[in-house]
Each structure stands twice: as C-alpha cells, then as structure tokens.
C-alpha cells in the first residue's frame, strides 16, 4: 500500500516505480508538515519574567532549552528541581547564580569544565525568577516544591563567595541528596 495514494501497488494503480511512489511521499510530507505542526502551539512558561532574565543570561551557554553545551555548561534540566526540594540545595542554587562556579563539574556522569559568571548585578527578584523559571520550567520540578523567593536569594547575597567556594559547597550538596 502506498500511503501517499492510497494505491496498492499490487492491485493495479501504481505509480510506475519505487521512486515515483517515494517522491509522491515526500511531496506529501512536505505539503503537509506545515499544517501538522501549526496547532501544536508551544506552552507559554509558568516563569516568563524568569524566562526572558534566563535567554538574556544564561542561554548563551546552557541553551534556550537548558539542555547545555558539551563538555562547557551542564544541562538545567534535572539537578535544579532536585536542589529546590531542600534547604541547602536552594541555597546552593542562590548562590550558583549570585557568585558563579568555576572548575570541573559531574552531571549525570558528564564532565563540564567552565567558568560560570556571577550575576550579583541582577537583582534579587529577577534571580529568584530565573530560578524559579529554571526549576519549574525546565527541570520540572513537582508542583509540591516551594518557589524561591527574593528573600532568600538577599540572605545569600549576605555571605558573599567565590566560584570555587560556590563549587566546593556544591559537592556537599551533591552528596546530601544522594546524587
């Protein structure tokens, strides 16, 4: 049966060839393709004030998707849901986008070198939005876990840091969660 025609190819309508048949099918496709994907119309994000701080800021390097860059910047799509479920993990997440990390870093058995700017000229609304936007965007987390808040990206903005301490505090994290 070819599909393109509804024809079978043994039943007397052909079309003449094995490549006529695969062009009328592509013709198909194409003529069509525009018209399957027109109504699925992407979802709008539950953090669009987060999403615009995060493709003005973060998507150069983690991708407009937060799927990251190989072997530069890990993807955003898992940790940062698992983080936002405790204390410290919300913290490392405040203070991740406040000081920036640098060094060697593991996510789901990848390796990732690079050096992540700090953002403490953002303020602490358009922080807690981006990672919020993060968090409930694109790494999903469950509707339970609570948004972070500007409160406590200003309680981290207190105890200022250094990447690489920012990196060693991550391990501990990392460690608590089981991850």
């Known amino acids: 049966m070819c599909w ?7 039943g007397g309508v052909s079309h003449g060839t094995a490549r006529g048949c695969a062009a009328a099918a592509v013709a198909t496709l194409t003529l069509s393709a525009p018209l399957l994907c027109s109504s699925a119309e992407p979802t709008a994000p539950k953090y669009a004030a987060g999403a615009t701080v995060f493709q003005a800021n973060c998507a150069v390097c983690h991708g407009q998707n937060g ?29 991740t986008v406040l000081y920036g990390m640098f060094g060697e870093v593991v996510v789901e058995e990848k390796h990732y070198n690079f050096k992540m700017p700090d953002f403490t000229r953002l ?11 993060v968090v409930f965007d694109l790494a999903r ?9 500007a409160e406590e990206i200003a309680a981290e903005r207190r105890q200022p840091m250094d990447g690489a301490a920012v990196r060693e505090r991550r391990a501990g994290v990392l460690a608590a969660l089981g991850l």
């Open 4 to 10: 393109s025609c509804s024809a079978s190819r043994r």
């Open 67 to 95: 799927a990251g860059t190989p072997s530069l910047a890990p993807p955003l799509t898992s940790y940062p849901a698992r983080y936002a479920a405790s204390a410290e993990g919300r913290r490392q997440l405040a203070v």
């Open 123 to 133: 303020d602490d609304a358009a922080l807690a939005a981006v990672l919020n936007f």
């Open 141 to 149: 987390a469950a509707q339970s876990t609570k948004p972070l808040t």
